[in-house]
Protein backbone atom coordinates (compact mmCIF):
# COMPACT_ATOMS: atom_id res chain seq x y z
CA UNK A 1 0.00 0.00 0.00
CA UNK A 2 1.51 3.57 -0.88
CA UNK A 3 1.45 5.46 1.83
CA UNK A 4 3.18 8.75 3.52
CA UNK A 5 2.90 9.69 6.98
CA UNK A 6 3.83 12.85 8.38
CA UNK A 7 5.18 13.83 12.33
CA UNK A 8 6.98 16.41 14.12
CA UNK A 9 4.36 18.59 14.31
CA UNK A 10 3.12 20.56 17.75
CA UNK A 11 3.61 23.77 19.46
CA UNK A 12 6.54 26.11 19.04
CA UNK A 13 6.92 30.03 20.05
CA UNK A 14 7.39 32.62 17.26
CA UNK A 15 10.62 32.78 16.17
CA UNK A 16 11.14 29.08 16.91
CA UNK A 17 11.95 26.04 14.83
CA UNK A 18 10.52 23.00 14.10
CA UNK A 19 11.08 19.79 11.72
CA UNK A 20 8.50 17.84 10.29
CA UNK A 21 8.99 14.35 8.89
CA UNK A 22 7.55 12.68 5.66
CA UNK A 23 7.84 8.93 6.36
CA UNK A 24 7.16 6.55 2.69
CA UNK A 25 6.38 3.24 1.91
CA UNK A 26 4.87 1.07 -1.30
CA UNK A 27 6.70 3.31 -3.98
CA UNK A 28 9.99 4.24 -4.86
CA UNK A 29 10.40 7.09 -3.02
CA UNK A 30 14.20 7.72 -4.53
CA UNK A 31 12.58 8.55 -7.71
CA UNK A 32 9.92 10.73 -6.78
CA UNK A 33 9.51 14.89 -6.20
CA UNK A 34 8.01 15.25 -2.86
CA UNK A 35 5.70 18.18 -2.20
CA UNK A 36 4.60 20.02 1.52
CA UNK A 37 1.17 21.64 1.24
CA UNK A 38 -0.55 23.54 4.47
CA UNK A 39 -4.29 23.89 5.53
CA UNK A 40 -4.67 26.64 8.20
CA UNK A 41 -7.98 26.06 10.01
CA UNK A 42 -11.32 26.74 7.92
CA UNK A 43 -8.88 27.86 5.23
CA UNK A 44 -8.01 26.61 1.66
CA UNK A 45 -4.19 24.56 0.29
CA UNK A 46 -0.98 26.66 0.47
CA UNK A 47 1.53 25.00 -1.72
CA UNK A 48 4.79 25.31 0.79
CA UNK A 49 7.72 23.58 -1.34
CA UNK A 50 8.88 20.85 -3.77
CA UNK A 51 12.19 18.50 -3.49
CA UNK A 52 13.02 16.55 -6.89
CA UNK A 53 15.28 13.72 -6.94
CA UNK A 54 18.80 12.73 -7.06
CA UNK A 55 17.94 12.27 -10.76
CA UNK A 56 16.77 15.91 -11.47
CA UNK A 57 19.70 17.11 -8.53
CA UNK A 58 17.31 17.18 -5.12
CA UNK A 59 16.45 20.57 -6.80
CA UNK A 60 14.24 22.51 -4.40
CA UNK A 61 11.60 25.40 -4.80
CA UNK A 62 9.57 27.14 -2.35
CA UNK A 63 6.49 29.37 -1.83
CA UNK A 64 7.72 33.18 -1.46
CA UNK A 65 6.18 32.69 2.38
CA UNK A 66 8.69 30.41 3.45
CA UNK A 67 11.36 31.15 1.35
CA UNK A 68 14.62 31.28 3.10
CA UNK A 69 13.04 30.18 6.45
CA UNK A 70 11.78 26.87 5.19
CA UNK A 71 13.95 23.66 3.61
CA UNK A 72 13.43 20.74 2.58
CA UNK A 73 15.75 17.93 2.48
CA UNK A 74 15.38 14.27 2.09
CA UNK A 75 17.16 10.94 2.84
CA UNK A 76 16.34 8.31 0.22
CA UNK A 77 18.12 5.43 2.49
CA UNK A 78 15.11 6.14 5.03
CA UNK A 79 12.16 6.45 2.31
CA UNK A 80 11.64 10.32 4.16
CA UNK A 81 11.33 13.90 3.44
CA UNK A 82 11.75 16.81 5.62
CA UNK A 83 10.53 20.10 6.08
CA UNK A 84 12.78 22.40 8.48
CA UNK A 85 11.10 25.28 9.36
CA UNK A 86 12.86 28.52 11.06
CA UNK A 87 11.67 31.52 12.29
CA UNK A 88 8.21 31.11 12.58
CA UNK A 89 5.53 33.14 12.24
CA UNK A 90 2.38 32.86 13.95
CA UNK A 91 0.43 32.45 10.49
CA UNK A 92 2.68 29.76 10.04
CA UNK A 93 0.02 27.65 11.87
CA UNK A 94 -1.08 24.98 9.66
CA UNK A 95 -2.01 21.45 8.83
CA UNK A 96 1.30 20.31 7.21
CA UNK A 97 0.77 17.71 4.57
CA UNK A 98 3.37 15.92 2.40
CA UNK A 99 2.32 14.47 -1.01
CA UNK A 100 3.66 13.18 -4.28
CA UNK A 101 3.10 13.59 -7.68
CA UNK A 102 1.86 10.57 -10.03
CA UNK A 103 4.55 8.15 -10.92
CA UNK A 104 5.52 6.64 -14.10
CA UNK A 105 5.77 8.89 -17.04
CA UNK A 106 7.37 12.34 -16.79
CA UNK A 107 6.98 14.04 -13.65
CA UNK A 108 3.96 16.82 -13.42
CA UNK A 109 2.68 18.82 -10.72
CA UNK A 110 -0.40 16.72 -9.58
CA UNK A 111 -0.56 15.17 -6.57
CA UNK A 112 -2.32 11.79 -5.84
CA UNK A 113 -1.32 10.77 -2.70
CA UNK A 114 -1.29 12.69 0.56
CA UNK A 115 -0.12 11.93 4.48
CA UNK A 116 -2.77 12.57 6.89
CA UNK A 117 -0.80 15.58 8.01
CA UNK A 118 0.78 16.96 11.12
CA UNK A 119 -0.54 20.32 13.09
CA UNK A 120 2.09 23.09 13.96
CA UNK A 121 0.69 25.57 16.00
CA UNK A 122 2.72 28.42 16.41
CA UNK A 123 1.84 30.56 19.55
CA UNK A 124 3.97 32.11 22.46
CA UNK B 1 2.02 33.78 -9.87
CA UNK B 2 -1.37 32.17 -11.25
CA UNK B 3 -4.46 33.30 -9.79
CA UNK B 4 -7.07 30.76 -9.03
CA UNK B 5 -11.00 32.15 -8.29
CA UNK B 6 -13.36 28.72 -8.11
CA UNK B 7 -17.21 29.82 -8.11
CA UNK B 8 -19.00 29.68 -6.06
CA UNK B 9 -17.63 29.53 -2.94
CA UNK B 10 -20.33 27.41 -1.23
CA UNK B 11 -23.25 25.23 -3.02
CA UNK B 12 -26.36 23.83 -1.47
CA UNK B 13 -27.72 20.70 -2.90
CA UNK B 14 -29.60 17.84 -2.80
CA UNK B 15 -28.83 14.19 -3.23
CA UNK B 16 -29.40 13.44 -6.99
CA UNK B 17 -28.73 17.19 -7.91
CA UNK B 18 -26.51 18.37 -10.77
CA UNK B 19 -23.46 20.34 -9.77
CA UNK B 20 -21.53 22.52 -11.54
CA UNK B 21 -18.39 24.56 -9.91
CA UNK B 22 -16.22 27.12 -11.83
CA UNK B 23 -12.44 27.66 -11.61
CA UNK B 24 -10.34 30.56 -13.74
CA UNK B 25 -7.38 31.18 -13.94
CA UNK B 26 -5.46 34.50 -14.23
CA UNK B 27 -3.88 33.60 -17.58
CA UNK B 28 -3.97 30.47 -19.99
CA UNK B 29 -2.99 27.33 -18.63
CA UNK B 30 -3.62 24.84 -21.40
CA UNK B 31 -5.36 21.81 -19.76
CA UNK B 32 -2.91 21.74 -16.58
CA UNK B 33 -5.54 21.60 -14.48
CA UNK B 34 -6.29 19.35 -11.39
CA UNK B 35 -9.53 19.22 -9.07
CA UNK B 36 -9.58 17.74 -5.37
CA UNK B 37 -11.95 16.66 -2.77
CA UNK B 38 -11.61 17.04 0.60
CA UNK B 39 -13.66 16.13 3.80
CA UNK B 40 -13.72 18.00 6.76
CA UNK B 41 -10.55 16.46 8.76
CA UNK B 42 -8.97 14.65 5.66
CA UNK B 43 -6.21 14.87 3.60
CA UNK B 44 -7.53 16.27 -0.31
CA UNK B 45 -8.12 13.62 -2.80
CA UNK B 46 -7.31 14.08 -6.70
CA UNK B 47 -10.57 13.70 -8.41
CA UNK B 48 -9.74 14.59 -12.03
CA UNK B 49 -6.29 15.73 -13.89
CA UNK B 50 -5.71 17.54 -16.80
CA UNK B 51 -8.63 19.31 -16.68
CA UNK B 52 -11.00 16.08 -17.84
CA UNK B 53 -8.99 13.05 -16.96
CA UNK B 54 -10.39 10.41 -13.86
CA UNK B 55 -8.24 9.62 -11.42
CA UNK B 56 -8.28 5.68 -10.75
CA UNK B 57 -10.84 4.91 -8.76
CA UNK B 58 -13.27 7.85 -8.98
CA UNK B 59 -16.74 7.54 -9.48
CA UNK B 60 -17.84 8.60 -13.45
CA UNK B 61 -20.75 10.74 -11.74
CA UNK B 62 -17.30 13.13 -11.16
CA UNK B 63 -16.51 14.88 -14.54
CA UNK B 64 -14.01 17.34 -15.19
CA UNK B 65 -13.67 20.70 -18.92
CA UNK B 66 -12.50 23.23 -19.95
CA UNK B 67 -9.13 24.49 -21.19
CA UNK B 68 -7.36 28.17 -21.23
CA UNK B 69 -8.52 29.77 -18.52
CA UNK B 70 -11.91 28.63 -17.84
CA UNK B 71 -12.64 25.30 -15.96
CA UNK B 72 -15.84 22.94 -14.65
CA UNK B 73 -15.93 20.22 -11.99
CA UNK B 74 -19.33 18.68 -12.25
CA UNK B 75 -21.36 15.92 -10.37
CA UNK B 76 -23.78 14.65 -12.20
CA UNK B 77 -26.07 12.83 -9.69
CA UNK B 78 -24.98 14.31 -6.01
CA UNK B 79 -24.26 11.25 -3.45
CA UNK B 80 -24.46 11.55 0.17
CA UNK B 81 -20.55 11.19 0.54
CA UNK B 82 -20.33 14.06 -2.15
CA UNK B 83 -20.53 16.71 0.44
CA UNK B 84 -17.44 17.76 0.54
CA UNK B 85 -14.91 20.77 -0.49
CA UNK B 86 -13.85 21.08 -3.56
CA UNK B 87 -10.22 23.10 -4.87
CA UNK B 88 -8.95 23.25 -8.24
CA UNK B 89 -4.88 23.46 -8.62
CA UNK B 90 -3.12 24.88 -11.96
CA UNK B 91 -0.41 22.92 -12.74
CA UNK B 92 1.38 24.85 -15.69
CA UNK B 93 3.59 27.75 -14.17
CA UNK B 94 5.71 26.49 -11.31
CA UNK B 95 7.31 27.83 -9.13
CA UNK B 96 4.48 28.39 -7.47
CA UNK B 97 1.76 25.78 -7.74
CA UNK B 98 -1.35 27.94 -6.92
CA UNK B 99 -5.29 26.66 -5.77
CA UNK B 100 -8.32 27.91 -5.79
CA UNK B 101 -10.29 28.98 -3.00
CA UNK B 102 -12.81 26.24 -2.79
CA UNK B 103 -16.29 25.29 -2.78
CA UNK B 104 -18.29 24.24 -0.06
CA UNK B 105 -20.73 21.60 -0.99
CA UNK B 106 -23.52 21.60 1.26
CA UNK B 107 -26.59 19.78 2.34
CA UNK B 108 -29.59 21.37 1.57
Known amino acids: EVQLVESGGGLVQPGGSLKLSCAAS????????MHWVRQASGKGLEWVGR??????????AYAASVKGRFTISRDDSKNTAYLQMNSLKTEDTAVYYC???????????????WGKGTTVTVSS | DIQMTQSPSSVSASVGDRVTITCRASQGISSWLAWYQQKPGKAPKLLIYAASSLQSGVPSRFSGSGSGTDFTLTISSLQPEDFATYYC??????????FGGGTKVEIK
Open chain 1, 99 to 113: TRPPQGGFETLYMDV
Open chain 2, 89 to 98: QQANSFPPIT
Open chain 1, 26 to 33: GFTFSGSA
Open chain 1, 51 to 60: IRSKANSYAT
